[in-house]
């Protein structure tokens, strides 16, 4: 076991390697701001004196460099030590580089100077630091897979074949150091049994509320929604709830893993509700200090990949002619022209339509963004005749009471008599209306990066979901059965 001082993420560090080792790893989480680094392969704590200190205490055989300004995790081209001597807590080193055992480990500021070549085999990759040179870079270009690190200023190579091996022979006596970085091997998987229910959670205590509460106001400063705040506040307690007696500060990963074992494959809780869950852990233990759970080490469940439902344009004509309350039938028919959500839809408000401009003003959507979608003459005509109507004061479709806002129960109840009426069997949702409008667009001949820009989606691959449910394109591929 070995410590050496090191600059990550503009942060004085000390960073520590060992071979993995469940009961250091437990001993060097007692550290204030212990950190497991991914890039780094090993833990990393804070350069102070009292830091340096404690890591004495726990560990003291631990290897330190004799000057504290040299980085002790190197090593020359052949691999042996480069003829620095080391020195342990308690040794008696010679006067001249006597350093008291409480002083910490301080930095110079880089790692790695920028006319120096520098090799990091690290797993499956080897890292190359080197100074800008054409007839280099050319050779370096010839290995396959190599890419540029723009933030680190680094090559990144695979480690496989001889690659290891031509950087030394081409590099040869330019090499400074061949550094190694040793990876934490995978932890055993738990076993937990899903056959364990735990069906009655303990009330929250006292403590953990003010604890959720804080966490609560952490978010609404932060401007999240207030569904996800809801929806954190909720999977959070759930949590909670469920590792008592432990307090918030014991629990552990591990509990996670078992939250999921014996609460929500039990119940047969979704896999957005998992998510969830993991996301609002992440968030929450990031604020308690001195937790053991590493929230980096926190894993999302795979991602789902369904198919949007949608449906054919009769379905839909048939869904909104079934209405003969105007509001009604000019809601959800609102919802289709312009591929709303339902949240979107409920916070219209009258001064959102650009009747001039043939625009219906979509502001603070999800993700906290705005955005245009055209109207045609037709959408417009039906609000003119809806507003002459029934002359909505605060928001375009509001509930019984002037100033209400039409709530989302009865949105949903609308679509469902409708689909009575229209004696439609399928489990349709408002969300496919939004999902109907988007495929005809498609189907029309309508670029897909418009079609990212009229839903409001923030990457492209959300909405190539659509791809995949296109008459227009599905429907000419010829199935090989035909030929027979």
């Not at 960073?15 to 890039?39: C, L």
């Not at 897979?145 to 091996?165: A, C, H, M, T």
């Not at 022979?169 to 040793?182: A, D, G, P, V």
């Not at 509001?398 to 100033?403: D, M």
Request: with cysteine; proline share 6%.
């Amino acid at each position: 076991m070995r410590a050496c001082k090191i600059v990550h993420n503009s942060e004085d560090r000390i960073k520590v390697e060992f071979p993995y080792n469940k009961e250091m790893v437990s001993r060097i989480r007692e550290i204030p701001d212990a950190r497991w680094s991914k890039t780094l392969g090993a833990w990393h704590i804070p350069n102070s004196e009292n830091v340096y200190d404690q890591l004495i205490r726990l560990f003291p055989d631990i290897e330190l460099p004799s000057n504290p300004i040299f980085e002790h995790c190197t090593s020359t081209l052949d691999g042996r030590s480069n003829g620095t001597p080391t020195i342990k807590p308690g040794e008696n080193p010679s006067e001249d580089r006597v350093y008291p055992a409480s002083l910490p480990l301080e930095s110079t500021g880089s790692s790695t100077p920028s006319d120096e070549i520098m090799i990091t085999v690290s797993g499956k990759i080897l890292i190359l630091k080197m100074p800008k040179n054409e007839t280099d870079i050319q050779f370096v270009r010839t290995f396959k897979y190599v890419r540029w690190d723009s933030r680190q200023f680094r090559w990144v190579i695979p480690n496989y074949g001889k690659n290891l091996e031509l950087l030394k022979n081409y590099f040869n006596t330019r090499i400074s150091r061949i550094e190694t970085i040793l990876l934490e091997p995978p932890k055993t998987i738990p076993n937990f049994s899903t056959a364990i229910f735990i069906n009655d959670l303990l009330k929250i205590d006292s403590e953990s509320l003010q604890e959720i509460e804080r966490f609560k106001q952490w978010m609404e400063q932060k401007r999240y929604s207030d569904s996800t705040v809801k929806t954190y506040v909720m999977a959070i307690t759930t949590f909670l709830r469920f590792i008592k007696p432990k307090a918030s500060a014991e629990a552990t990963n591990e509990d996670m893993q078992r939250f999921v074992y014996q609460y929500m494959i039990p119940r047969n809780l979704s896999f957005s509700y998992q998510n969830q869950a993991v996301n609002s852990a992440k968030l929450f233990f990031k604020t308690i200090k001195g937790s053991v759970l590493i929230t980096e080490q926190l894993e999302r469940p795979r991602s789902e990949h369904k198919l949007p439902n949608v449906l054919s344009k009769d379905e839909v004509s048939v869904i909104l002619n079934s209405l003969q309350n105007q509001k009604h039938r000019t809601a959800l028919s609102l919802i289709y022209a312009c591929g709303l959500r339902r949240g979107e839809l409920l916070n219209l408000k009258p001064e959102n339509v650009d009747s001039k401009r043939h625009f219906l003003i979509i502001l603070n959507a999800k993700g906290k963004k705005d955005r245009l979608i055209p109207i045609s003459e037709k959408v417009i005509t039906m609000l003119r005749n809806y507003y002459k109507l029934y002359r909505p004061k605060t928001w375009l479709f509001e509930g019984q009471f002037p100033g209400e806002k039409l709530s989302e129960t009865s949105i949903q109840e609308i679509l469902k008599n409708a689909l009575a009426k229209g004696g439609i069997k399928k489990p349709v949702t408002l969300h496919w209306l939004r999902h109907s409008y988007a495929t005809h667009l498609l189907e029309t001949g309508t670029d897909l990066r418009y079609i990212q820009e009229l839903l409001g989606h923030q990457s492209s691959k959300t909405t190539e979901r659509y791809t995949h449910v296109t008459e227009k394109s599905l429907l000419k591929i010829p199935s090989p059965f035909d030929d027979l």
